[in-house]
């Protein structure tokens, strides 16, 4: 089973030693075809006609000279027990694995067979494996793909205070994976209360050791001096460009990092208002990479070629 665990150090090693560090992006690429022999992998979730995935993952097979395609597959919420069917059918019809995004992260659990550790503590998965014996497994790479992320915009999570803006499912990944990565106190803000709540307590049974606290997230001036403040909201998403999920009377500084998981636009309001201050601002475009990259390799055991994921998605 794979390991739950992670640091920034950890995520730093695997970069200088592997498996990240290959050529395999720098090789031609070329046109396949899906035939009875091309393995499929793909994305479950409604609706996924906007997802950059297909793109970023197609270009990944390319670039590794695998005869592999993924494919998006529209998976409606109603009825319910279709979710229940679609995941059977990764078994069903040989498919090697899935992608799965909003709404059906948590959905998908009940028919799973095993969890990782972190998909099991996050209490939601976004990657499918079908085993050799059939078996799936479920995995969660989004709290991963975050620190490595962090990493690659030299922020280090590690001993700092951390504030959450949000408590859905992103929120649920990004609190995991900073207080995994060594975070001295991570402060969830939320809209409603009682969520936020609930996922401080959940994520406290973890680990114990970090300061966890939870409140509203009008309440934003009382947290306003963290070091890193990651928006797990989807304020700033197309269509609403307008809105952010930050009062601009709350101006940040040159010692503080902004990590808005929002990367349509690019850049956002909160993304824009975090650099004009003088603070460091990432959106979360390089986390899908990465997310996508632990995918890649959980399903075919091949290093991903980072680069070209990136520039299949405009994340260079």
């Known amino acids: 089973m794979m390991s739950a665990r992670i640091s920034a150090d950890d995520v730093r090693?695997?970069?200088?030693?592997?498996?990240?560090?290959?050529d395999a992006m720098n090789r031609p690429t070329t046109t396949f075809s899906i035939t009875a022999h091309t393995s499929i992998v793909g994305l479950i979730g409604w609706p996924v006609g906007h997802s950059v995935s297909p793109k970023m993952h197609n270009a990944a097979f390319q670039a590794t000279g695998l005869d592999w395609s993924y494919l998006p597959f529209p998976?409606?919420?109603?009825?319910?027990?279709?979710?229940?069917?679609?995941?059977?059918?990764?078994r069903a019809l040989g498919m090697r694995g899935a992608n799965v995004t909003v709404p059906?992260?948590?959905?998908?659990?009940?028919y799973l067979d095993e969890l990782t550790p972190a998909a099991a503590a996050i209490g939601a998965v976004n990657t499918i494996f079908v085993r050799e014996d059939g078996s799936l497994l479920g995995d969660n790479t989004d709290a991963r793909g975050l620190v490595a992320d962090l990493c690659d915009h030299d922020i280090d999570p590690r001993g700092a205070a951390i504030l959450i803006l949000g408590a859905g499912g992103s929120a649920r990944a990004a609190a995991f994976g900073l207080a995994e990565a060594g975070a001295r106190a991570v402060t969830i803000l939320n809209?409603?209360?009682?969520?936020?709540?609930?996922?401080?307590?959940?994520?406290?049974?973890?680990?114990?050791?970090?300061?966890?606290?939870?409140?509203?997230?009008?309440?934003?001036r009382l947290h306003a001096g963290a070091e890193l403040i990651v928006n797990c909201t989807s304020l700033g998403m197309e269509p609403d460009?307008?809105?952010?999920?930050w009062k601009t009377e709350h101006r940040l500084n040159s010692d503080q990092a902004v990590y808005d998981l929002v990367y349509n636009p690019t850049p956002t309001r909160f993304v824009e208002f975090a650099s004009d201050c003088g603070a460091r601002a990432v959106n979360g475009k390089g986390m899908l990479v990465w997310q996508g990259a632990l995918a890649f390799e959980l399903w075919t055991g091949v290093p991903a070629p980072v680069d070209a994921m990136r520039r299949a998605i405009g994340a260079m």
């Open 13 to 22: 090693r695997e970069r200088q030693s592997g498996p990240y560090m290959n």
């Open 75 to 90: 998976v409606s919420v109603q009825p319910p027990a279709r979710v229940g069917e679609a995941v059977h059918g990764l």
């Open 104 to 110: 059906h992260k948590q959905a998908v659990m009940p």
């Open 191 to 220: 809209r409603t209360v009682p969520r936020a709540t609930e996922l401080m307590t959940a994520m406290a049974e973890h680990f114990p050791g970090c300061d966890w606290r939870a409140g509203a997230l009008e309440d934003i």
């Open 241 to 245: 460009v307008k809105s952010m999920p």
